[in-house]
């Protein structure tokens, strides 16, 4: 074993927050799965889901965003929502599934304001603190501002979906109050240009999110209660670390426990709030510390955090009390236990590559490395199935090897061809330029893997169909290589650099 096992004592000590004690400080990130019913209830697949990764040794889940107000605020199409009793037994069922595991849950509400889509809305009217024109067409209006009495409506929605929550066992409450949503569209003066009690100066700002916290406040009692923040928005003439020690020791003050610390703001900044691989890891960790310091209260740490040594560190350092990982646990659910059990070298690691949050991929969570997630209820391959029957797959990237441990995990005496001299196939030449290191880990993992299976690697060997046939295999497989895609740069023309 080439780590011994503690190896993390900070990582995996308890948490304890008024009545909550978590088992350990890896909580999973809010992630929206799509995975809920267009009603806003929780699916059986959802339930899989989360549990699955309460299985893996989370100490703490705060489950995906959940929308507050779907007639004003939905902001996916299969969002969770809490505006009704209807969909507190989704929840109940989906709580104990988490309790199961010694995983304790918290429910992140949201409502997306002027980041809600008009097709998603009971009347098809978009509305936010402020006006909002089109930059194509500025005589037309896509962006109402909300009158005082849905103000009030909203405060009070706020406050009856965490009654709902707190009612079906969650552990505790988080605002979404970062990234842009409503609540960070109050706060920021890149969004709130109103001149009442609601805007006008940044006390008048804060007056919205702080009416929430108290609405809130009132109907959990003493149940942990969370606000994530964007602790900087990144955009010009947006909110500032400054500006925001200042308002979070107004959101302390008005009842808020422990703080999470994102960054950044969509869609003028989404970079910061989902960072692409080449985002130096820990790099907003600074910021966690700087809201720490300011308040005095428990922060948690989030984004481009992927191994457990930096983990860690960071908790050892007093950057943050707790580290959330979101990406990450879509890669590998079982991150934490694999970590406290001396084993990661077995973690299948996030490069950050950023396929999970594709515009074409949102429909349902996913990871370009794990198959399984978002599908945990899918039969899993049974482990004898290939017993007595051998395998050949040709290709040793990440595609072919990912296919030969399948194999081999269901019984397959498996052989893996690579003509060239290493594992690792096209995502060698991709994680070589500066920035994409981040995909040779991927490529280690595998190749640690493959190293450690009963996979017979012929490596340095071509396969062609006379080599394939001459080894009589029940299966072959031809992972040879995917297609270049040429992108449509002008002057842009392959060039051939192998000679
Ligand atoms: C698929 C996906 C969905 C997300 N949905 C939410 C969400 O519902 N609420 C939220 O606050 N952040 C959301 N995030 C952001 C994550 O919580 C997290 O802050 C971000 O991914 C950075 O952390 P990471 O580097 O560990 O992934 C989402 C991220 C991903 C990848
Ligand atoms: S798709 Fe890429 S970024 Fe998303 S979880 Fe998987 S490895 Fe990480």
């Not at 995909?439 to 690697?457: G, K, M, N, T």
Request: negative net charge; contains cysteine; charged residues 25%.
């Amino acid at each position: 074993m080439p780590y011994p096992v503690n190896a993390y004592p900070h990582l995996f000590s308890p948490f304890r927050l008024g009545p909550l004690e978590l088992k350990n400080r890896v909580v999973m990130a809010p992630m929206s799965s799509s995975l809920g019913g267009t009603d806003g209830r929780v699916t059986a697949d959802q339930i899989a889901f989360y549990q699955e990764r309460a299985r893996g040794g989370f100490g703490l889940i705060i489950v995906e965003f959940t929308s507050v107000d779907p007639d004003t605020g939905r902001t996916e199409a299969h969002q969770l929502s809490l505006e009704s009793d209807r969909n507190i037994e989704g929840h109940v069922r989906l709580v104990e599934a988490l309790h199961q595991s010694g995983t304790k849950a918290f429910i992140q509400l949201q409502h997306g304001g002027r980041f809600a889509p008009a097709t998603f809305l009971k009347d098809g009217i978009t509305r936010g603190p402020s006006r909002v024109y089109s930059r194509r067409d500025p005589s037309k209006l896509v962006v109402e501002a909300m009158d005082q009495a849905l103000i009030q409506r909203l405060i009070a929605a706020f406050g009856a979906s965490a009654r709902r929550a707190a009612s079906a066992g969650y552990d505790g409450i988080e605002l979404h109050g970062a990234h842009g949503y409503l609540l960070s569209q109050f706060l920021s003066p890149i969004s709130n240009h109103r001149d009442d009690e609601w805007g006008g100066d940044a006390k008048r700002r804060m007056a919205f999110p702080l009416a929430v916290i108290r609405a809130v406040r009132a109907e959990i009692g003493d149940l942990p209660f969370c606000y994530r923040i964007s602790a900087d928005e990144f955009v010009k003439g947006g909110l500032t670390i400054d500006d925001n020690e200042e308002i979070c020791r107004h959101l302390v003050a008005a009842g808020i426990d422990i703080l999470h610390a994102s960054t950044g703001r969509g869609p003028e900044a989404f970079d910061k709030v989902m960072e692409p691989m080449s985002a130096p890891e820990g790099w907003r960790l600074p910021y966690a510390r700087r809201l720490r310091e300011a308040t005095g209260v428990p922060v948690i740490g989030v984004g481009q955090i992927r191994t457990p040594e930096l983990a860690e560190r960071a908790i050892a350092d007093e950057d943050c009390d707790l580290v959330a990982l979101g990406r990450p646990s879509l890669t590998d659910p079982y991150w934490p236990t694999k970590a406290e059990t001396g084993r990661p070298d077995l973690i299948r690691p996030c490069t950050t590559c950023n396929f999970c949050i594709a515009q074409e991929n949102l429909h349902r969570v996913c990871c370009a490395e794990n198959p399984r997630t978002g599908r945990e209820l899918d039969a899993p391959i049974p482990a004898d199935l290939g017993i007595g029957r051998r395998a050949v797959v040709v290709g040793a990237g990440p595609g072919g090897m990912t296919t030969a441990l399948m194999l081999a995990e269901a019984g397959f005496e498996t052989h893996l061809f690579e003509t060239r001299l290493g594992l690792g196939g096209g995502i060698i030449a991709s994680g070589t330029p500066p920035g994409k290191e981040m995909l040779l880990r991927y490529r280690d993992y595998l190749e640690r893997q493959v190293l450690a299976s009963r996979i017979v690697a012929h490596v340095g060997e071509p396969a062609d169909a006379d080599t394939i046939l001459a080894m009589a295999p029940d299966l072959a497989v031809i992972a040879a290589g995917t297609k270049r895609r040429l992108h449509a740069i002008e002057g842009l023309r392959p060039v051939d650099i192998s000679a």
